[in-house]
């Protein structure tokens, strides 16, 4: 089932393009790799999906995305709901200055998901989800900035699924992870696309490799290769694919 469609996307900051004719399919349950070398639009395309770019001063669109078969880029979208469907995890942790608890139970009061008890109990199962329950359960009043990175990062996660989204953006969510934790976060995301539509962006070759379904190569603002994983890394139909994924090119 294809859970977002980009047609013919073209977005400009200002008299820049930064994004060129776009047109891609993303399936339902499955971690998509978008690859490419640094300014290709990997991260622009990435922010679409939640209209984040939105923030940026001088932005213009045109084309079609539709997550779920709405257009999200209509004038009537509400940006709220929108980016309670489709959470986005950054390159480095920024949990909220507060207790693990408030940083999770933050967006369901929000989004005043329930009482106490029941917002208790999303903290709980969001925090399970990302298998930090059990070394935080007696923890949770502790600051959530005192926490490893790789459990911050986790926080994080376990903060966008306790408003229950759609989708989940990760933009380099490993970067600035060691090996090891890196490892485990891979781990996470795989057992999360059971649940949860993914999008990734990575300068990792060998991550793209690794985890995800489905890639997507970009250069330039174009989109020069999409496919499965294992054809796009083993048998690419594009040159400039394997010069890239080869080290011959970015």
Request: hydrophobic share 40%; proline share 4%; charged share 25%.
């Amino acid at each position: 089932m294809i859970k977002i469609k980009v047609e013919n996307l073209n977005l400009w900051y200002g008299d820049f393009q930064a994004l060129k004719n776009i047109n891609l399919a993303f399936e339902e349950k499955q971690i998509t790799a978008i690859i490419g070398p640094s300014g290709c639009g990997k991260s622009t395309l990435l922010r679409v999906f939640n209209r984040m770019n939105d923030l940026v001063e001088g932005i213009h669109m045109t084309g079609e995305v539709t997550i779920n078969g709405s257009n999200i880029l209509s004038k009537r979208v509400d940006l709220v709901t929108l980016r309670k469907k489709v959470g986005m995890v950054f390159q480095r942790p920024n949990p909220f200055p507060l207790s693990i608890y408030e940083n999770i139970a933050f967006g369901p009061k929000i989004h005043n998901h329930g009482k106490s008890r029941e917002i208790a109990q999303i903290v709980e199962s969001s925090l399970k989800s990302v298998l930090l329950w059990d070394d935080l359960k007696d923890k949770l009043q502790e600051s959530a900035l005192q926490l490893s990175l790789e459990q911050k990062q986790r926080l994080c996660i376990a903060r966008l699924i306790a408003v229950k989204p759609d989708i989940l953006l990760m933009d380099e969510p490993c970067s600035t992870l060691d090996p090891q934790a890196t490892d485990r976060i891979e781990d996470l995301m795989r057992e999360l696309k059971n649940n949860y539509s993914i999008v990734i962006v990575t300068h990792n070759m060998q991550q793209a490799a690794r985890i995800s379904d489905k890639t997507a190569f970009l250069l330039l603002g174009e989109l020069m290769e999409y496919g499965e994983t294992t054809q796009v890394f083993t048998n690419p139909k594009n040159s400039k694919t394997e010069d890239y994924i080869t080290g011959r090119y970015g």
